[in-house]
T-cell receptor
Framework: GAVVSQHPSWVICKSGTSVKIECRSL??????MFWYRQFPKQSLMLMAT?????????EQGVEKDKFLINHASLTLSTLTVTSAHPEDSSFYIC?????????????FGPGTRLTVT | GDSVTQMEGPVTLSEEAFLTINCTYTATGYPSLFWYVQYPGEGLQLLLK?????DKGSNKGFEATYRKETTSFHLEKGSVQVSDSAVYFCALGLNNAGNMLTFGGGTRLMVKP
């Protein structure tokens, strides 16, 4: 079964509004989570690293004031798209590393499709 | 910067055919290499990985060998099944945990009975 969930799975919002996307690790704790963005028929692009208890680390070119990340607990990270515009329409995916027998394995959420009208 | 290039799809094969999906990369340092698979409606799942040159990752009949000399990590399977139909992503990461991955564009595989 899924070990990382995202909510909502899809959302439609009007231009200028804000949208919050949740990423939860279901049966493990994650001090770090990662947010990716995927445009249609394109690759996943890393947006930021979410750190529990501290500020997120954003990749070059990603506006931190527009994509607010809060990692409030060891099982929840949220991405808020503020003042959304149609160009923010995309598929947003989170991931979290989980310890396995020998090392860590990255688990991905199913993604959230955002459409801004 | 780091980058990953993989063959564009879709790739359409008949059941039991041989599969190759090419993947090449550019990176500084010595990255770990991954193949992830995404089934319809599901999140990406790790298929296999290799953490150093000449390592071979394998899982569910799929294999890929980390070739430093050709900067490649091609995915192969000897006999595909309909259930292998999915999108396959090649990726590189700075460590073997898969943190902060750089992905290729993804290749959709369709296997027909």
């Amino acid at each position: 079964g899924a070990v990382v969930s995202q909510h909502p799975s899809w959302v439609i919002c009007k231009s200028g509004t804000s949208v919050k996307i949740e990423c939860r690790s279901l049966d493990f704790q994650a001090t770090t989570m990662f947010w990716y963005r995927q445009f249609p028929k394109q690759s996943l692009m890393l947006m930021a690293t979410s750190n529990e208890g501290s500020k997120a680390t954003y990749e070059q070119g990603v506006e931190k004031d527009k994509f607010l990340i809060n990692h409030a607990s060891l099982t929840l990270s949220t991405l808020t798209v503020t003042s959304a515009h149609p160009e923010d329409s995309s598929f947003y995916i989170c991931s979290a590393p989980r310890a396995s027998a020998l090392s860590y394995e990255q688990y991905f959420g199913p993604g959230t499709r955002l459409t801004v009208t | 910067g780091d980058s990953v290039t993989q063959m564009e799809g879709p790739v359409t094969l008949s059941e039991e055919a041989f599969l190759t999906i090419n993947c090449t990369y550019t990176a500084t340092g010595y990255p770990s290499l991954f193949w992830y698979v995404q089934y319809p409606g599901e999140g990406l799942q790790l298929l296999l990985k290799a953490t150093k040159a000449d390592d071979k990752g394998s899982n569910k009949g799929f294999e890929a060998t980390y070739r430093k000399e050709t900067t490649s990590f091609h995915l192969e399977k000897g006999s595909v099944q309909v259930s292998d139909s999915a999108v396959y992503f090649c990726a590189l990461g700075l460590n073997n945990a898969g943190n902060m991955l750089t992905f290729g564009g993804g290749t959709r595989l369709m296997v027909k009975p």
